[in-house]
């Protein structure tokens, strides 16, 4: 595998489930990422982590929870989700978060959430 | 805060025509810039960054985008569009001036190419 993997990637669940978003970057980086995509709203960053820290959390509802356990996975782990929070939820990497501001950040192909 | 604006959710244009994509930028500090690309079912590609080298900046598969101070513009363009263009388009910022990695995206823009 190359480049920024992340599954399911399809997932529906009802609002009593729990379930979680899995994401692995091959690329080295040290900064993961993730975005939220709905229609016709700008991408949302949810939360950073850099090296295994946790450097931003964007007001996310505590009903999404993240968890990097090394540089090269991240979680979000979902329970009682809402409608509304049906999107396109998008992993990114960058080599760091520290690094400037003009790294480029690659992403996964998302996964596309549905909930009942 | 610095924010982005995409002019034009939806874009059409003839395949061979010229394609350009509005970007214009909300910051006292010239940020840094980008274009990504998004493929149906695929996560975001980068197309192309302004980092203050060359205020013209050339990406993959023929786009480039002029980094304008004055008119705090990014536009993107392509001389000649494909049917494979066919896709989102994002213009993003980042405020060069915290040294963080923090992109702020626009709204997107599909473009739209017919036979």
């Known amino acids: 595998e190359t480049g920024v993997t992340q599954t399911p990637r399809h997932l529906v669940m009802g609002m009593t489930n729990k379930k979680s978003l899995k994401c692995e970057q091959h690329?080295?980086?040290?900064?993961m990422y993730w975005y939220k995509q709905s229609a016709k709203k700008p991408l949302e960053l949810m939360f950073v982590y850099n090296f295994k820290e946790q450097t931003e959390n964007n007001s996310v509802p505590s009903r999404f929870s993240p968890e990097c356990p090394n540089s090269s996975h991240l979680f979000l782990h979902l329970h009682t989700l809402q409608p509304e929070d049906s999107a396109l939820y998008l992993c990114?990497?960058?080599?760091?978060?520290?690094?400037?501001?003009?790294?480029?950040?690659?992403f996964g192909p998302g996964t596309r959430l549905l909930v009942l | 805060a610095q924010s982005v604006t995409q002019l034009g959710s939806h874009v059409s244009v003839s395949e061979g025509a010229l394609v350009l994509l509005r970007c214009n930028y909300s910051?006292?500090?010239?940020?840094?810039l980008f274009w990504y690309v998004q493929y149906p079912n695929q996560g975001l590609q980068l197309l192309l960054k302004y980092t203050s080298a060359a205020t013209l900046v050339k990406g993959i598969n023929g786009f480039e985008a002029e980094f304008k101070k004055s008119e705090t513009s990014f536009h993107l363009t392509k001389p000649s569009a494909h049917m494979s263009d066919a896709a989102e388009y994002f213009c993003a910022v980042s405020d060069r001036r915290t040294g963080f990695q923090k992109l702020v995206f626009g709204t997107g823009t599909r473009l739209l190419v017919s036979p």
């Open positions: 990114a990497s960058s080599l760091s978060v520290t690094g400037g501001g003009a790294e480029t950040q690659y």
């Open positions: 910051s006292s500090v010239p940020p840094y």
């Open positions: 690329l080295g980086h040290n900064a």
